[in-house]
């Protein structure tokens, strides 16, 4: 078992592709987060949409113990400027056994979601020590090289990973 774990919600596969490279890039653990709904079609969408403005909590399968792991890199799809709901379940429920934290986020339009980090902040009950948001565009185009490489970095300054 590695010391640091990324876990994530996708919905359509582009948080979960950049969560797998940071996994390989920091040696981690890597472990989805499933919702116990779908969030399929366009009914999914809006019931994603009206989950996040709701600050809904909706039950969630299964999500790694984060208990063990001295630092953990959850990441999440921006829902209405929101973290994606699941993510926000995970976070509440484990939230109180999380060691370090790190968070990213993958949105459609690469904007900066202040609100996403601070819920997850909120939930987790801690600051991330380092974060970092893209686009889905540059993930699924594999152009998250060097943002990878700058939030290993930053992790690493912050003594939360190798180098
Ligand atoms: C319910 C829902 C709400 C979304 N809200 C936003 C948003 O507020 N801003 C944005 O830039 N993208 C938004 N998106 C786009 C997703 O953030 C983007 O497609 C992301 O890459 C999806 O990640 P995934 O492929 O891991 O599911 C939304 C997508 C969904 C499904």
């Given at each position: 078992m590695a010391d640091i774990l990324v876990t994530w919600f996708s919905r359509s596969g582009s948080t979960e592709r950049l969560a797998r490279a940071l996994a390989q890039r920091l040696g981690a653990d890597a472990e989805p987060i499933l919702a116990s709904g779908s969030y399929a079609g366009a009914t999914g969408f809006v019931r994603?949409?009206?989950?996040?403005l709701q600050r809904r909590m909706p039950p969630?399968?299964?999500?790694a113990d984060p208990g063990p792991y001295r630092?953990?890199?959850?990441g999440a799809p921006v829902w209405a400027g929101r973290p994606a709901a699941p993510v926000r379940s995970y976070l509440r429920q484990h939230?109180?056994?999380?060691?370090g934290l790190a968070a990213f986020?993958?949105?459609g339009s690469g904007a900066a979601y202040d609100g996403v980090f601070d819920d997850m902040a909120e939930l987790?009950?801690?600051?991330?020590?380092a974060?970092?948001?893209?686009?889905?565009r540059q993930v699924l185009a594999d152009e998250?090289?060097?943002?990878?490489?700058?939030?290993?970095?930053?992790?690493?300054?912050?003594?939360a990973a190798a180098a």
């Open positions: 994603g949409v009206w989950q996040s969630v399968r299964s999500g630092l953990v890199v959850v939230g109180p056994r999380i060691q986020c993958v949105s987790a009950g801690r600051r991330p020590i974060t970092l948001s893209l686009a889905q998250a090289d060097a943002a990878i490489e700058g939030f290993a970095a930053r992790l690493h300054e912050a003594g």
